[in-house]
């Protein structure tokens, strides 16, 4: 029996994107990376150039108009862990990342709004002094969730 409350996945997004080749090179990184599914909430770039590898059409892709819209469906028993340089945020290198999680990355000229840090099961955060781009964020944190870390 499948029981999709022991089995790993993760998806990852961007709530408002600033520009589409940020989210390209998100979604190609996701595929490499291991991602179940993408989204976008707000901004929508159905098309990348720099998705070379067409993740769009590899892996799940689904679009929110809105951040509500987004939590509302947000898988059953999933954790929502918000990437944001906060002072609230944990850091990466001994967070124990949720065995099925959504990873959800903010606007890189304005981070995450409130009500979506708010809603978060977790936040994260990388030791850099300045915010770093959208897409090499995302990839940081994939790459952290691939290392063989305890999970939650």
Known sequence: MNDNFVNEYFGIGIHNGK???????????????????IFTIGNRYAKQACDTHNAVKAIPYFHYDTFEAFFENLPKGARL???ELNEKASDLETFAHPRRC???LGAE?????????EKCH??????????LNVAVAGTIVMYDRNLAKPRS
């Open 109 to 117: 000229d304005h981070g995450l709004p409130k009500k979506a840090m």
């Open 102 to 104: 959504v990873y959800l």
């Open 81 to 83: 862990v918000g990437v």
């Open 19 to 37: 520009t589409p080749e940020n989210l390209g090179v998100l979604w190609r990184s996701a595929q490499n990376l291991g991602a179940t599914f």
């Open 122 to 131: 977790h936040l994260v955060k990388f030791k850099s002094e300045k915010s």
